[in-house]
């Protein structure tokens, strides 16, 4: 099943990382507390996470884009910057992304099965995390982001 691949789950406190996004920006995780954040692990030869990216960067990204209390991070498993770059590029995807190569990051989240994404909340708690992708899902992924961002407006 599923679930039983996850390390983190909902309530959970979000593990401490950091990363370079393709941008040779450097980002730890903890710069991103006192914001809602979506975290989303992707690769790019994974036929769901295809799907769901255009609605990531349509519908959340480009929404939530100039929004201060609002963080996203798309990080390519097993990928390494250059791969996502391209990718990205290749999409006109715009959000901030990021690889990890030996799955270091990916690993402290889950053993397997993607997509992933991971709401965590000003807090620093995961608030939603949901495997796969689904129109539903997603839809109730959107909702939950915009009730989130609606109380610190």
């Not at 990051?105 to 965590?120: G, N």
């Amino acid at each position: 099943e599923p679930e039983e691949s996850d390390i983190i789950k909902k309530g959970d406190d979000i593990p401490d990382f950091s990363l370079k996004l393709t941008d040779n920006k450097e980002i730890s995780i903890s710069d991103y507390k006192g914001k809602l954040t979506l975290i989303v692990f992707f690769a790019t030869w994974c036929k769901p996470c295809l799907e769901e990216l255009p609605h990531i960067q349509n519908d959340i990204w480009n929404k939530y884009e100039n929004n201060d209390n609002f963080r996203l991070l798309v990080i390519g498993r097993g990928h390494d910057n250059s791969e996502v770059k391209s990718f990205a590029e290749n999409n006109k995807y715009t959000f901030p992304v990021a690889g990890d190569k030996d799955k270091s990051i990916f690993s402290m989240f889950a053993q397997q099965y993607i997509p992933r994404s991971y709401l965590i909340d000003r807090n620093g708690k995961v608030i939603r995390n949901t495997i796969g992708y689904d129109e539903d899902s997603f839809n109730e992924l959107k909702m939950h982001i915009s009730r989130e961002l609606s109380k610190v407006q």
